[in-house]
């Protein structure tokens, strides 16, 4: 299919319950400054103008909650909720099963709360542009190193050539739907599209856009949010656009 029209529908798995963070609330819904990460995650999204609806996948006691309770009345009318699954790829295959009839997907982790909404406008012009599989990345600042099970170093591949993954990812639906079909317990979208031997592509990824997993993250996502940082940066690279 090459008409590169069409809806862009945002999906949000978060109906794991993480608890790395030390929060006794599954990560999507700690609050960052007032709101939740999946507050925040959806409003980036349509922010960036590129996106038409976001498809919000919760915990299934969750899954009957209105969308202005989780996300206020702005963007409300724009957003699904619906109940996840078992492992991450049930939850976004839940979040394909409502996602209507988008031409396009951008699957996007909560966790990343301070993305820049203008990162989603780049994976979705790429795939306007005639990708089928978009993902943003960063070069890697440390040396990475293979083990094996004893720890025991294995490898060393060229920094070079390596880059650390970020989302949203941008999915063609039917090729994503198609890669789901298998997934396992993988966490991975853009893994799977690689399995079937289709080819995946890159955009510049934003330091703004790190996962917020750790209480450390947690520290500096706070900090940046209190200090005016995230939304200074934001701005600047909107005016950059
Ligand atoms: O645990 P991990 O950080 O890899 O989870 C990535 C994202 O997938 C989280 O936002 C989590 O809420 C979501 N997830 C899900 N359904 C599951 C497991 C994880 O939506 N069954």
């Given at each position: 299919m090459n008409d590169r029209s069409g809806p862009v529908v945002g999906i949000i798995p978060a109906a794991g319950r993480g608890v790395r963070l030390g929060e006794t609330l599954p990560k999507a819904f700690v609050e960052l400054d007032g709101r939740t990460m999946l507050d925040r995650a959806v409003h980036t999204m349509i922010d960036s103008g590129t996106v038409d609806r976001v498809v919000i996948v919760v915990p299934p006691e969750l899954a009957g909650t209105p969308a202005d309770e989780l996300v206020g009345t702005g963007p409300a009318g724009r957003v699904t909720v619906v109940a996840g699954g078992a492992e991450r790829a049930d939850s976004v295959r839940a979040g394909l099963d409502a996602?209507?009839?988008?031409r396009f997907v951008l699957v996007h982790d909560a966790a990343r709360a301070l993305t820049p909404p203008d990162l989603c406008a780049r994976v979705t012009w790429a795939l306007r542009d005639g990708k089928d599989a978009v993902i943003p990345v960063l070069p890697v600042a440390d040396t990475i190193k293979s083990i094996d099970t004893d720890g025991q170093v294995t490898g060393t591949p060229d920094r070079a050539t390596l880059r650390a993954v970020q989302t949203p990812q941008g999915f063609d639906v039917a090729l994503l739907r198609r890669a789901n079909g298998d997934a396992g317990d993988a966490t991975d979208d853009a893994g799977l599209v690689e399995r079937l031997g289709e080819p995946v592509h890159t955009v510049a990824g934003d330091p703004l856009a790190f996962k917020i997993t750790t209480p450390l993250d947690l520290v500096l996502a706070r900090a940046l949010l209190a200090s005016g940082t995230a939304a200074r940066e934001s701005a600047e690279r909107e005016q950059e656009r």
């Open positions: 996602a209507g009839d988008a």
